[in-house]
């Protein structure tokens, strides 16, 4: 999500900084921009990530035109570049920390996100009619552990880690999976397929899971394409985001007395 947001404010000619920890984990990995990390630099639809050690690389990366990502799980870097805005897109379904003193606008993404009280306003993540609701006053709705519906499969299409130990893929992403399939295994014991489709999301191989913790999806429509593009749900937040900043910094607009 968080990368879906960053694209489109890259996009609308914001500079950002991404801020990271340094062993992050993505599931839909050729769609995060936090690969930047393990990889040194990511591209996602056009617009490339870099790995940067500190806050004197970052004006570099803007001028290549490119997103920085700065390992700083307690965001000091702010003391720096002093953001105008901070988006929380960590989806904890909490608030770890984000207050509004901390820039002159903040925007919380998903359950947990109180506006006004703890954010200026907050988003609202979870599918229907409200999706991408920008919320003045009160919070979004709380997570329902549900994944989304794809051409008829909804939990089946999820891979869950069968045990706790060392994630070891057996497959790659992109591959055509069969229901069935062995995907990966987890201390001596596989994971398998429950349906048919496209390999859209892993892990990465040797990172330390928990039993029935999230470690990939299956897209059932069978399209390869769509694990290096980004969702049609990250592209509705992003653009909610962009919606808000824009609003709250276009004087013109009355925002936070509003409730779109």
């Given at each position: 999500m968080a990368s879906g947001v960053a694209h489109r404010l890259h996009r609308a000619g914001f500079k950002l900084v991404l801020t990271d920890i340094k062993t992050p984990m993505a599931v839909r990995r050729r769609v995060s921009f936090c690969e930047a990390v393990h990889e040194g630099i990511q591209t996602i639809e056009g617009v490339t990530a870099?790995?940067?050690?500190?806050?004197?690389?970052?004006?570099?990366?803007?001028?290549?035109?490119?997103?920085?990502?700065?390992?700083?799980?307690?965001?000091?870097?702010?003391?720096?570049?002093?953001?105008h805005v901070i988006v929380d897109a960590l989806l904890a379904k909490r608030n770890t920390g984000l207050y509004r003193g901390m820039a002159l606008f903040t925007i919380g993404l998903g359950p947990g996100f109180c506006?006004?009280?703890?954010?200026h306003v907050a988003v609202e993540t979870n599918r229907g009619h409200t999706l991408g609701r920008l919320i003045y006053k009160g919070e979004p709705?709380?997570?329902?552990?549900?994944?989304?519906?794809?051409?008829?499969?909804?939990?089946?299409?999820v891979l869950r880690a069968p045990a706790d130990g060392i994630f070891a893929g057996l497959c790659r992403?992109?591959?055509?999976?069969?229901?069935?399939?062995?995907?990966?295994?987890?201390?001596?014991?596989?994971?398998?397929?429950?349906?048919?489709?496209?390999?859209?999301?892993?892990?990465?191989?040797?990172?330390?899971v928990f039993r029935h913790q999230k470690v990939g999806d299956i897209d059932p429509r069978g399209r390869k394409e769509y694990i290096c593009t980004i969702s049609d749900k990250a592209r509705a937040i992003g653009g909610s985001v962009l919606e808000a900043i824009m609003a709250e910094f276009n004087y013109s607009i009355p925002s936070r007395n509003t409730n779109r």
């Open positions: 870099c790995l940067v050690q500190g806050p004197e690389e970052i004006e570099p990366a803007w001028r290549r035109l490119q997103i920085p990502v700065l390992i700083d799980p307690e965001m000091s870097v702010r003391s720096v570049v002093k953001p506006a006004p009280d703890a954010v709705e709380a997570n329902t552990g549900i994944p989304v519906d794809i051409a008829g499969h909804s939990i089946k299409r992403l992109g591959d055509s999976i069969e229901a069935g399939q062995a995907i990966a295994s987890v201390s001596g014991m596989k994971l398998h397929a429950e349906v048919s489709g496209v390999l859209r999301g892993l892990i990465r191989n040797g990172t330390l």
